[in-house]
Structures are given as C-alpha cells and as structure tokens.
C-alpha cells in the first residue's frame, strides 16, 4: 500500500483546461497562492488561452496542455499536488487513473462517470480523494438541497416531495430576444438537451417523458421576483433518492428552467428532427437555412415554407412560435455554409449568431428546491430554496462563478486540511458542503429560503 499524501506539505495546483467556466476558479486560486504558497499551473491545449488567464501573477504559471500525450498526463499529474481536471468529461477518467497511479487527489465539478466510480476501492486504499460534482449543477445543487434535507430530518421530518431545477439563462436588462435565452455555456449541450427518455418518481410512481414530448410536458413555476419561468424534466430523476438518502421519498423530480414561451418554440425543432446529431445532410454545402426547414416538411400543405410548417405542426401563422422561428432567421435564403453537418450541427450555427451574449451582455443562474415535508407534529409543510447569482462580466460570467468557485473553494479546504474524506465522492455530507456552503455567501452565491403556507 502506497503512503497517504501529506496534505500539510502540498502547494502545487495543477489546472487542467483553461475555459469559460474555469476562469473564476483560476482567479480565486491566484489570489489565495501567496497566503497558501500555492503554486498554481495552467494547462490548456491553446496555450495562449492559458497565459491570457494567469497574467502577470507571480504565483501562476502557464503551459500547453495535450490530454492525448499519456506522457504529459503522468508528467503533470506526478508534479502536482491536487490536479482539478476542467476538461471536457470524457477526459476525466484518463486524469484520475494518473491520480491514483501517482497518489494524487483531483477535484472536478463534472458528474461521476462509471470508469471513475471503478477506482472507488483503490482510491480510498491509497487515501486519495477524488472529488466530483463540485460545481454548480451537479454541485450547489447537491450541497445546498442536502443542507435543508438533513435539517429537516434532524427536526423528525420526513419528507414526501422533492423537486429541484436549474438554469443558465441572460439577466433581464440584457434580455433582447423573443426567445429569452443566450448561450451561457456549450451551446452543442442546448441544442441536444433531453435526447435520452426523462425519468421521475411521481405519487410513488415512476413517469417517463419520451423525447418527443418533452417539450410539451414542462411547468411552470416563478423564482423570487424574477417571474415566470418553465421547468422540463432532466434525464434521470431516480437516481437522486440515493444521492440525498430518501430511500422512500415518493415524488422526486429534477428539471432544466426556461423562460416562458421557450418550450413551445424549441418544440418545433424536435418535432421536425433538426436537433438530431446521428447523420449527414445531404448536399448541405448548397442549402440555405429555408431549404434545411423545408427537408424535414412534407410536399403537401401550404405554399411557403412558413405556410406548410405552421400547417404540420398545427402552429397559428401569426403566433408566437411563427413570430420566435422568423427571428432567428430559419426561413432566410442565407446560405448555412457549411462543407459538412449533422441536422443539430446546422441548427447549432445559426443559434450560434443569434443566441450570441453581447460584449456587455451578463448572464444569470436561477436554482429552486421545493420540500414537501411532514414535520414532527404531523403538520404539512413547504419550504422553498431559492438562488439567483448574476454574472459581472463576459469573463467572470454567473456560471464561471458558480461553477468554479466552489471547486476552488474544495481545494484550499483539501490543501488546508479541512476536508479529510478519501474515495470518489460527491458533496452531499456536511464536512463538505457546511464549509463551501459558508464562503460561497462571501461571492453572493446564498439561498433564500420561503416556508409556504399548504392549504
């Protein structure tokens, strides 16, 4: 058995991937490295980018980063301390069996992947943490719903519902489309959201919602004073009676937040088929954006594009939807230019440009858990938990912020000797997200919490 690291003589912080979402983190770790003597190293494939975002700081350090070089990853891995893997997720794995190689913890604030969950026993064997969904959605999540869930059952509660939802969206000043979304984060992730049947618990009854209706089944609901927004359920609900231990919970259900009228636009898009990422279009170096609408209609109905679209889908001409699909730009005779694309891929380009946040655009994250509860006295309770951060700029976005900073947090409270666990985890204990929860107040990320009277 390898000897377990101590913690107490680490300062080396090895970042991997420098992109939008890592650059609050970066910016923390650079702050605190004199205070620590921390010594913090960027990689990243452009190298650039990396130097852009350490700067001029004494205490950082940049360098090209390939993830397909076996021997860069066990060279940078082995010189570190703790590696925070910021890469796309199908690297993480290739990053934490270098860890557990060369007794190294790592820090990621993406989902736990089977391949990861697998070095469960040899992580905890060598004394290794590795620390997943430590950022917001997974992450704030996690932390803050178990926060009120363990309340509750300290106080002889039991809880009956739980549901939970969240959304990268633009603040309302900088809300200038009838659409009401800008692109936030991955905007290959917007375009194909949903594709895999969506899954919760209802009434102690499991509900499924297929692609196709997907869009048709969303709910609405309002977040503090920032009004109405809808809600469409995520992927897997189920899985999360485990996370947060309510074996016997009977309705359970994780959703992705919209502002109202999205729903039923995006709609149009699954229902023809131009999200579909699983084949080529045909001659697509010649096709305008009219004539990719125009493939996925049939022959019949009316004469225009518009017509016979608003004909198939059973759509007022004039409405709404018409009025969202027409700005965007999808019925021009602007050429897609592209030499080769799956339907999604057409669909990402356009929204690409339209969806595009301004140079003063800032955007927002909206996150609210509802508890139904029975409390010790027998009485029916809600309590509702409410986040809204907003971003301070095109760099430091809400989603930068809310993503890296609780990873940067997890660090210096691993560094510093305050989070002590081993293994995979996530953080849904208390002697993660007590800590984290707390100093995320000091960057405004704090939940307001509403009991709501049941009739």
Not at 96 to 106: D, E, G, L, V
Not at 430 to 441: A, S
């Amino acid at each position: 058995m390898c000897n377990n690291p101590k913690i107490v003589h680490m300062n080396k912080i090895t970042i991997l991937g420098a992109g939008l979402s890592a650059s609050s983190l970066i910016q923390y770790l650079l702050d605190h490295a004199g205070e620590h003597q921390w010594k913090v190293r960027l990689g990243d494939k452009d190298l650039a980018t990396a130097q852009r975002k350490i700067g001029d700081s004494q205490h950082g350090e940049a360098f090209a980063f390939d993830v397909f070089s076996e021997q860069q990853v066990i060279e940078e891995v082995a010189n570190s301390t703790v590696v925070i893997s910021m890469l796309p997720a199908r690297f993480h794995p290739v990053v934490a069996k270098a860890c557990i190689a060369h007794n190294k913890h790592m820090i990621t604030a993406s989902y736990v992947s089977p391949e990861v969950k697998e070095l469960e026993k040899q992580a905890q064997e060598r004394g290794i943490l590795l620390l997943n969904e430590i950022g917001v959605d997974p992450g704030i999540d996690h932390m803050s719903a178990m926060q009120v869930i363990d309340k509750i059952k300290a106080e002889g509660g039991k809880l009956e519902a739980f549901y939970s939802s969240t959304g990268g969206l633009i603040a309302p000043e900088y809300d200038t489309n009838p659409w009401h979304y800008k692109f936030t984060w991955n905007p290959r992730n917007v375009v194909v959201a949903g594709q895999s049947t969506a899954r919760y618990l209802e009434n102690g009854r499991v509900k499924y919602i297929p692609y196709h209706q997907l869009f048709r089944r969303y709910q609405s609901l309002s977040v503090l004073d920032m009004g109405g927004f809808e809600m469409y359920p995520n992927r897997d609900s189920l899985g999360y009676k485990e996370t947060y231990d309510l074996p016997e919970i009977p309705t359970i259900l994780r959703g992705t937040l919209r502002r109202p009228g999205y729903c039923d636009a995006w709609n149009v898009f699954v229902q023809l088929g131009a999200t579909d990422d699983t084949y080529q279009v045909n001659q697509v170096t010649d096709m305008t954006y009219r004539g990719f609408m125009e493939s996925f209609l049939p022959a019949t109905g009316g004469t225009t594009t518009e017509e016979k679209l608003a004909d198939y889908l059973n759509l007022p001409p004039n409405g709404e939807v018409m009025q969202k699909l027409t700005w965007l730009g999808i019925f021009n005779e602007t050429p897609i230019g592209m030499k080769e694309a799956t339907p999604a891929q057409v669909l990402q380009k356009l929204l690409e440009e339209k969806w595009a946040l301004g140079d003063e655009d800032k955007d927002m994250i909206v996150m609210q858990h509802q508890f139904d509860y029975i409390n010790k006295a027998g009485e029916r309770k809600r309590k509702l938990s409410s986040l809204v951060v907003r971003g301070r700029d095109k760099v430091h976005t809400a989603m930068s912020i809310t993503v890296g900073i609780p990873v940067a947090i997890a660090t210096k409270l691993l560094l510093t000797g305050v989070i002590k666990a081993t293994g995979v985890v996530i953080p849904t204990k208390p002697d993660i997200y007590e800590p984290v929860l707390e100093e995320l107040k000091d960057y405004g990320i704090e939940f307001i919490e509403q009991d709501v009277a049941l009739d």
